[in-house]
Each structure stands twice: as C-alpha cells, then as structure tokens.
C-alpha cells in the first residue's frame, strides 16, 4: 500500500500556529478518504480531521474552527493546518487513509501506522 510520511511538527506557544505534511509515496488520487490522527501519553488515538477526495471535512469537536484539512493530488500530500493551538493540542500526529463508506471518517484504512510528527503546544 502507499506510505504516508508526516512531517511539519514542533514547539510552539499556545495561540501559535503550525502546518503539518503527509506525503505519500505513490498516487493518494484513487484513496477516496485521508484523515489525521493524534495521541498524546497516556491517550487513546483519536481522529482529528478527515476529508474525501470531494472535498467534504469532518472534525473533531475540540478543533472545530482552528484546524483546517486539505488535499492536493497533484502533489500526493495531505495536509492539517493548525491555528490557534493550545496546551491540549501536544501530540504525535498520524496521517492515514479512512476506510470510507457510510460513516467514512469512522475507521482507518488497513495497513501500518507511520512514524508520526511532534506536535507541542507550550509556554
């Protein structure tokens, strides 16, 4: 399958801004849904954003407004704009692809889980 690779991470104050990248190693043009994944110690790994090669979003509650999701196919990347980050937010964060269907952001897709990238939110 394609490889996802994260990167874009850092440190930076809360109210600060950070733009992450998931290049992938072949074509994402045929994977009809991406998402971004984060886990932080000690937490389960949730979904944060997802978005459907027709453009349709989905976000979690506590990023609504702040992040934003985008694709660009011709250039095999994903990526999670970051605003307005908080404390909250400090994670390592996963690219992935989503299953789809009804309820396409409910599932990951099969196959491995890459590396991720630090995401840290501080003063």
């Known amino acids: 399958q394609v490889q996802l690779v994260e990167s874009g991470g850092g440190l930076v104050q809360p109210g600060g801004s950070l733009r992450l990248s998931c290049a992938a190693s072949g074509s994402i043009l045929s994977i009809y849904a991406m998402g971004w994944y984060r886990q932080a110690p000690g937490n389960e790994r949730e979904l944060v954003a997802a978005?459907?090669?027709?453009?349709?979003?989905h976000y979690t509650d506590s990023v609504k407004g702040r992040f934003t999701i985008s694709r660009d196919n011709a250039k095999n990347t994903v990526s999670l704009q970051m605003n307005s980050l908080k404390p909250e937010d400090t994670a390592v964060y996963y690219c992935?692809?989503?299953?789809?269907?009804?309820?396409?952001?409910?599932?990951?897709?099969?196959?491995?889980w890459g590396q991720g990238t630090q995401v840290s939110v501080s003063s």
């Open positions: 978005i459907t090669s027709g453009g349709t979003t």
């Open positions: 992935k692809t989503l299953r789809g269907g009804s309820n396409w952001y409910t599932y990951p897709g099969f196959g491995s």
